[in-house]
């Protein structure tokens, strides 16, 4: 087999298929399917990956791969599929589907180091080549005549590990080590010179005698109850020494986890976990939802599913929202289960993710915790697949590839034939309905595992606040449980639901507001650095001083952002201490961590923040929760807003009173009538759902009908609008008759980054070929959008519609 079959890295639809390349010689024994490769196209050399092998190609000349970058295969040939499946699915390259699947490490060239991994020695040549060394430029291999083949032996049997050399922003971590600085019979001649008084020097000297090896200085110092000093003396005598050592990059392996057992299930987990473990055991698949109140224990149901599938010899993915990946959650898998769990977020470097994707790859991992994408681990033998808050939007990719992890996690199932578990207190439509239907198995915990009933909601209506004449963003009864709350030295959890209710810039005479002049969208003030910013461009002016529409000086910042609730808190309640939490305060890597755990230290009285807050956190003493602004997203053009309000609702009431002390929750709203509202004070998650199945029932929206969103957007207006209209014919010739296409009208932000946008919408019950439809569409408009001033985004099944 000498040809290979690539799939290069140009994403663009005529080249949506694979090109066919020579295998130099030495390469022949080595290369496989997954496989990354460089390979020479037209006049550059680009990246692509090996998807088949062939004896023959069709076509005459073929060009060489220039270079084989892996020397194990980077995808299975289960991910390769997947891919195939995900480009199918949403409508975008496969390539970008390949590449969603790898750590950005693996997306780009770097520099390649090989590491001796092995006391053993090594073949003769390898031993020549690494010349005493532990580590050697991967360059001086491929500059030797060494065959790959026996470096990707040496590698496949662990005696060698290649590693990346990312530059990374992270400095990476150190740690001081102590050591002798003399040989043994030297260290006993200084400790029979050393005064009788000096008994900590005596003791780390007698303890290098017996023990002449580096120890770390933090433990040393420990041991013995002494300080630095004792160290600094003994290395300014020269008999010890001390280095700093890099500390492989594991972000979780320094904290202590405390072991955890499996707990007794209660009656109501052991009937939902029974044909969950029923499944594993069978190697069959099925799709079921664990629904459950927040501490109703289906952590718990988790864990111990995972213990059989781990007991099987057989892998598991957890996901969980980026957002609720806090110590706290990474803490109860890594205390079940130690060492097997890698963990993936968003806030671990480039190097981090990838040192945790390789533990997947190598098979040191048995469970993997990670947000989206994690979904796609390279495990070989999947025994189970969590989803956890699978109503959580953030299993929706809003980038090429636009996939949902829970369509993925179905299909990844069906190949491993293993159970797939959706877990949500607040589960989404689309997924309670399929549940009614039987087509997924229903599992109910009803019961809080602690016997107590979830806080009491009170709603207050914040129009009759300012009819007494309360102009203040807190009510009375608000201000007044706060107090309380202060005085008995509990805790206060507030949440202002802040999105699409930011502080913008308002001229007081005209009704003047300051707009990007890039997106037609408001401009957002920060207070800290006194200047205007536009969210979706980064475009920033300073705070203008008078209107530039009429120059009046009354032009003032309006909303509620989380520093204007923290003034004003301030003010009101001075003794208390405020921890804020938003984007602006969370940036820094870490930075999400260290506040919540001062709040759990206690150090401040109020967590105040945006939705980050609502989800996962688990503070025994906090009783009361507040919510500012519930109505907020209400308003939104989409037609989930309900379903939010309610979910986000129900999610923030649960972060009260789940200890021995019991909660309250005071919700603050401008509509206390309405369903999601009310129905989420009384945690009637039945009630809210056949309220709004009727509704999108009535307006033919999921889960009645799916949809499919187009939008283009061009820097023309007229152009933007014209391809529009010409997709929106198009699509009316060939779908069926039941199926309804809206169109072409602006997006609710008709402008970002001076690009015109329009959009259609495909609302269908039944359209098997609706996706080679669109992609023919597509088609159509390559050569425009190949010059790059046309972009057509399709999204299948789109969760925000903007
Ligand atoms: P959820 O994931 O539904 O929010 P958890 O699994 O976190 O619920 O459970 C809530 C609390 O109840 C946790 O402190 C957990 O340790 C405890 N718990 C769960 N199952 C049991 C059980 N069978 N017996 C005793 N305590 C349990
Ligand atoms: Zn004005
Ligand atoms: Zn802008």
Known sequence: MKIANVIVDVPASSINQTFDYLIPDKYLDIL?????????????????????????????????????????????????????????????????????????VLKAQYKKELVRDTEEQLSEELEHLFAGRDVIGYEEFEGSTISYYQLQKAVQDGDIVIKYLVHSKITKKYVTMVQPAKEPHLMEEAFQDLSKQAVKQRELLAYFIEKPEPVEKKLLLKKYQTTSSTIKTLVDKALLET?????????????????????????EQERAIAPMKEKIANNEHEVFLLHGVTGSGKTEVYLQAIQDVIHKGQEAIVLVPEIALTPQMVNRFKG??????????????????????????????????????????????????????????????????????????????????????????????????????????????????????????????????????????????????????????EQIVLLLNRRGYST??????????????????????????????????????????????????LIRYFGTGTQRVEEALTKLLPEAGIIRMDVDTTRRKGSHEKLLRKFANKEASILLGTQMIAKGLDFEN?????????????????FRSSEKTFQLLTQVSGRAGRHELSGEVIVQT????????????????????????????????????????????????????????????DLLHNVRTNTVVLGPSPSPIPRIKDRYRYQCMIKYKNEPHLREIISSIMDHFKEETQKGELLITVDMQPHHLM
């Not at 005459?60 to 599929?81: F, G, S, W, Y």
Request: proline share 5%; with cysteine.
């Open 336 to 489: 079940r289960f130690g060492s097997k769990v890698a963990v993936m977020h968003s806030a671990l470097s480039a190097g981090e993710k990838y040192d945790e994707w390789r533990r997947i790859h190598q098979k040191e991992v048995k469970v993997v915790v990670g947000a989206r994408s994690a979904i796609f681990a390279p495990f070989e033998n999947i025994g189970i697949i969590i989803i956890d808050e699978e109503h959580e939007g953030t299993y929706k990719q809003e980038d090429q590839p636009r996939y949902h992890a829970r369509d993925v996690a179905i299909e990844r199932g069906k190949t491993h034939q293993c159970p797939v578990v959706l877990g949500s207190a607040t589960p989404t439509l689309e997924t309670f309905a399929r549940a009614e239907k039987g087509v997924y198995q229903l599992a109910t915990l009803s019961k809080r595992t602690n016997e107590k009933d979830m806080p009491k909601v009170d709603i207050v209506d914040m129009r009759a606040e300012l009819h007494a004449g309360n102009r203040t963003m807190f009510s009375r009864v608000l201000m007044e449980k706060m107090e309380q709350c202060l005085e008995k030295g």
């Open 622 to 638: 906090v009783t009361l929760v507040g919510v500012l602004t519930a109505d907020s997203m209400l308003h939104l053009p989409d």
């Open 243 to 267: 280095n700093q050592v890099e500390v492989y990059r594991d972000p979780h392996e320094k904290q202590q986890f405390s072991k955890t057992t499996a707990l007794d299930l209660t009656e």
């Open 670 to 729: 401008y509509t206390p009538d309405h369903y999601s509202i009310e129905l989420a004070s009384q945690y009637d998650f039945e009630g809210f759902y056949k309220k709004e199945m009727a509704t999108r029932r009535t307006f033919q929206y999921p889960p009645y009908f799916f949809l499919a969103l187009i939008t283009v957007s061009h820097p023309n207006k007229v152009s933007a609008a014209q391809t529009t209209s010409h997709i929106v014919k």
């Open 504 to 553: 913008f810039v308002m001229c007081r005479d005209c009704g003047h507001v300051k707009e990007c002049p890039h997106c037609d969208i408001a401009l957002t003030y920060h207070k800290n650095t006194n200047h205007l910013k536009c969210h979706y461009c980064s475009y920033e002016e300073p705070m203008p001083t008078v209107c530039p529409e009429c120059e009046s000086d």
């Open 32 to 104: 496989q399917i997954g496989m990354r490769v460089t390979v020479p196209f037209g006049p550059r050399k680009i990246m692509g990956f090996v998807v088949g092998k062939a004896a023959q190609s069709e076509f005459k000349k073929l060009r060489e791969i220039d270079q084989v970058l892996d020397l194990t295969p980077v995808l299975t040939t289960e991910l390769l599929n997947l891919g195939k499946w995900v480009a199918k699915n949403t409508v975008s390259f496969y390539i970008t589907a390949l590449q969603a699947m790898l750590p950005q």
